[in-house]
Antibody, heavy 116, light 113 residues
């Protein structure tokens, strides 16, 4: 079955960078774009960006522009999300989700905590 | 880009019907039939319940239905059940930034009285 498995929880200090992963299985990896979505504690869902695994083309939500990078490793069927210059406001659960004009399925989420 | 506007909370008694609105603009909800809805129980991963405005994925109850009029999409839950108590988010394709992006709604908490 189609499955997205994300990397484990991370604790980061303010100013640091994070890099988390999302490994896909059960379908042809390069045939579907992948999204990243963030959810701060007690808050709603926030779209961060999308990557085309077939070539690596990306589109980012403007508020993250300049400190976000999405990449892909087609040999590992994995997409990565990097976010730099972290602040406490970046604390939250980060989800990857496969695109088909909608988000399905979703990864299990990766909790990133930014704290000194 | 700004989030789509949803009511913060909606409540209903078991068996009743409730409707959640999702209001955007002509560059997102009003411009495309690419609105989807997600249900999220506390501590859980969001689950797709409606896509392309009014289509249900396999396995999703027929009590969930979607519609759209102008810049506002709606999710209706009929025959409300205790298990429907959750947060609900709409999402739309958007071209407001000049690129193809997505925008989520602010989220609605559904309470079953």
């Amino acid at each position: 079955q189609v499955q997205l498995v994300q990397s484990g929880a991370e604790l980061k200090k303010p100013g640091a960078s994070m890099k988390i992963s999302c490994k896909a299985s059960g379908y042809t990896f390069i045939s579907y774009y992948m999204h990243w979505v963030r959810q701060a504690p007690g808050q709603g869902l926030q779209w961060m960006g999308i990557i085309n695994p077939n070539g690596g083309r990306t589109t980012y939500e403007p508020r993250f522009q300049g400190r976000i990078t999405m990449t892909t490793d087609t040999s590992m069927n994995t997409v990565y999300l990097e976010l730099s210059s972290l602040t406490s406001e970046d604390t939250g659960v980060y989800y990857c989700a496969r695109d088909a004009r909608w988000f399905d399925p979703w990864g299990q989420g990766t909790l990133v905590t930014v704290s000194s | 880009q700004s989030a789509l506007t949803q009511p913060a909370s909606v409540s209903g008694s078991p068996g009743q019907s409730i409707t959640i609105s999702c209001t955007g603009g002509s560059s997102d909800v009003g411009g495309y039939n690419y609105v989807s809805w997600y249900q999220q129980h506390p501590g859980k991963v969001p689950k797709l319940i409606i896509y392309d405005v009014n289509y249900r994925p396999a396995g999703v109850s027929s009590r969930f239905s979607g519609s759209k009029s102008g810049n506002t999409a709606s999710l209706t839950i009929s025959g409300l059940q205790a298990e429907d108590e959750a947060d609900y988010y709409c999402c739309s394709y958007s071209s407001s930034t000049g690129s193809s992006t997505r925008v989520f709604g602010t989220g609605t908490t559904v309470t079953v009285l």
